[in-house]
């Protein structure tokens, strides 16, 4: 009896003895198969819902693993050693890869690094794994938590093409302002202006991004970006790497449809007044109304007006035409660099590089290198001031009130300015060189008694006059050149009538029109000045 009490006791003490050997793993077997997530957790990435859910995938294999330890801790004899033992699981969406070490029990053997790496591959975890969490899940005293043995690389999309726009779409007013601070408020600076192969954008290219990466070795592309909309237009190209959308041309540069444009024909729909301010185009302009009184346009190109110009301001680098006329002032003018033709020019400050053709000019001064032409309609010059390099012709020059009028041909339309320029230099210098000269003849009548500082006086102004000297030789040949520049022959004027007087001249010759001439023809020969008739 007394025997048998010994055996029970043996065997209450051996069952104990080895449930006490098994407690760490029965302990995370009961865990896992309670849900007992925190417990479970080596960090807060593991009490995600996946993680969650892999653990819950783990209760029946942990249930079937605490039955074998409850039957090995009641079993007769030597229980069979359970070594450690290795768990992995990977994410839905394969970017992360989780693993826990069950706790040994009975004797049994660590897990080697070897037989970790193992299991992982076994599970097809091969890329991306943490290194120093695999040996701090091996140094671990305490086995059975949860860890992030690897990572996967996040796919990092590509970026969308973008465009640095350098104009704006919409120009807004502002005001120009001078160095006393007054606002011209007729300057609205609403056009700009492109030269050619100005950049108008910068283009930045969408990037392809760059492919990520699963723990079991699968590329997860990415998305690459969207190409930018270039707002490629009329007169406007890409550059041959396509980062820059250029102008093809120069003009006024225009946001329209979704486009940058360059026109190099710019059109006015109706007059240019304060709600639309100076113009100042690189082309030509079209203006569909009225020139208003003190606002100015002005071209690279033509001017073309289907309305009148009333006291304004005209700049062309070609030709103007004007639909109607001219009503202009001592405040106003109008240059072009090729022909002006308009109905009537009236009280105008007129230049033109080529011929100006009018139905009527009327007290205007006048100047062009080619043909003054009022032939058309009434066909009248009426006072003011004409040059014409090569003729002025006109139905009547004048008018029966006797208004006085003159009339210059065969020279430069600015010959006589240039000439009295000239002239006024010539003057200026003698006069500075008869100055000087005397000077120098006076410091030379000491020079033997002269100290340092009027030795070196002596030297400047002997070099001054040198240099004088060579000037007014300068000058001289500039007149003769702008004289022999001039060529009279074959310019000449002429009418159906003159009403006198009339100031003509031609060439460096003078005569005036005293009485009226009919069919009248004025022209120089024989080195004088001759009225004939047409």
């Known amino acids: 009896m007394m025997s048998m009490r010994e055996t029970m006791q043996q065997k209450l003490l051996r069952v ?12 995370v077997l009961e865990q896992i198969s309670g849900s007992e997530f925190l417990a479970l957790s080596a ?40 070594d450690e033992r290795c768990f992995a699981g990977v994410s839905d969406d394969k970017m992360l890869a989780w693993s826990m070490i069950l706790p040994r029990a009975f004797s049994g053997n660590a897990l080697t690094k070897q037989e970790l790496q193992q299991a992982l591959a076994q599970q097809n975890i091969i890329y991306g794994m943490d290194e120093a969490v695999i040996q701090q899940m091996l140094e671990a005293p305490q086995k059975g938590r949860l860890y992030v043995v690897a990572n996967g690389t996040t796919p990092c999309d590509g970026e969308n093409g973008k465009v640095i726009e350098h104009f704006e779409r919409e120009k807004k007013a502002s005001f120009a302002v001078n160095e006393t601070d007054k606002v011209n408020y007729k300057n609205l600076n609403l056009i700009q202006q492109v030269k050619a192969d100005e950049v108008i954008c910068t283009i930045i290219p969408a990037t392809p991004g760059t492919d990520g990466m699963t723990v079991t070795g699968l590329v997860v592309q990415a998305k690459p970006g969207n190409p930018p909309f270039v707002p490629i237009g009329k007169n406007t190209e890409l550059n ?27 059109t006015i729909g109706g007059d240019v007044d304060s709600t639309v301010g100076n113009i100042d185009v690189i082309g030509t302009v079209e203006i569909a109304g009225n020139v208003m009184e003190g606002f100015t346009v002005k071209a690279t190109g033509d001017i073309n007006i289907r309305g009148t110009v009333e006291n304004a301001n005209l700049h062309a680098g070609k030709n103007i ?30 230049h033109a590089g080529g011929s100006i053709t009018a139905d009527m000019i009327i007290n205007s001064t006048i100047a062009c290198n080619g043909h003054v032409e009022a032939k058309n309609g009434r066909g009248v010059i009426i006072g003011g001031v004409i040059s014409a390099r090569e003729s002025v012709s006109a139905k009547v020059i004048g008018n029966e009130v006797n208004r006085k009028i003159t009339i210059s041909v065969g020279n430069d339309p600015d010959y006589f300015t240039k000439k009295k320029d000239l002239s006024s230099q010539m003057h200026n210098i003698k006069r500075s060189v008869e ?26 102004l002997n070099l001054k006059l040198t240099v004088e000297k060579v000037q007014a030789i300068k000058l001289e040949k500039a007149l003769l050149k702008l004289q022999k520049e001039q060529n009279p022959a074959g310019s000449f004027i002429e009418a159906t009538k003159i009403f006198p007087p009339v100031q ?31």
């Open 16 to 27: 104990e003895d080895r449930r006490e050997d098994a407690s760490a793993l029965l302990t």
């Open 43 to 82: 960090d807060d990435k593991m009490l995600s819902i996946e993680a969650q859910r892999y653990i819950k995938q783990l209760q029946p294999v942990a249930e079937q693993i605490h039955k074998t330890v409850e039957e090995q801790i009641l079993a007769e004899g030597d229980p069979t050693p359970i």
């Open 504 to 534: 003509v001249n031609i060439g460096s010759l003078n005569y005036i029109v005293d009485n009226t001439q009919n069919m009248c023809r004025i022209y120089m020969a024989d080195g004088e000045i001759k009225v004939g008739t047409k």
């Open 321 to 350: 035409r004007i639909a109607t006329g001219v009503k202009g002032s001592a405040n106003s003018s109008i240059h072009a660099k090729g022909d002006i033709k308009c109905k009537y020019i009236e009280n105008c400050r007129m």
């Open 240 to 266: 041959e790497d396509q980062t820059e959308l250029r102008a093809k041309c120069e003009g006024q540069i225009r946001y329209v449809n979704q486009a940058f444009q360059v026109e190099q024909v710019m």
């Open 435 to 460: 100055e000087t000269q005397k000077n120098v003849e006076y410091l030379e009548s000491f020079k033997g008694a002269l100290d340092a500082e009027y030795q070196k006086l002596f030297s400047d």
